[in-house]
Nanobody
Framework: QVQLVESGGGLVQAGGSLRLSCVASRSISRLQRMAWYRQAPGQQREMVASITSGGTINYADFVKGRFTISRDNAENSVYLQMNGLKPEDTAVYYC???????????WGQGTQVTVSS
């Protein structure tokens, strides 16, 4: 089992920046994919960014150019640097980890990001 703990959320003004962190209880090098999702009130959870064990990165169109996902295997951590934040970025941000054999996706408890206009 993998436990994920997010941190770094908070209240920021539009145009500001936040850096989210996700610390895993196991080596992320043994996990196929780490990802960030977000869910705004009354809306469906959506993928924000992901990074595979091989280093392949994908971003949702609405954050491309503003957010950067990265990982530090030595720290068992994945990060999401968020720049140029907009009020519509307000959501609970969740860290996920995809395990292969058996296939299973783990989730953190989430961290709240609120962007004021």
């Amino acid at each position: 089992q993998v436990q994920l703990v997010e941190s770094g959320g908070g209240l920021v003004q539009a145009g500001g920046s936040l850096r989210l962190s996700c610390v895993a209880s196991r080596s992320i090098s043994r996990l196929q994919r780490m990802a960030w999702y977000r869910q705004a009130p009354g809306q469906q959870r959506e993928m924000v960014a992901s990074i595979t064990s091989g280093g392949t990165i994908n971003y949702a169109d609405f954050v491309k150019g503003r957010f950067t996902i990265s990982r530090d295997n030595a720290e068992n951590s994945v990060y999401l640097q968020m720049n140029g934040l907009k009020p519509e970025d307000t959501a609970v941000y969740y860290c996920s980890a995809l395990q292969i054999a058996p296939v299973r996706e783990y989730w953190g408890q989430g961290t709240q990001v609120t962007v004021s206009s």
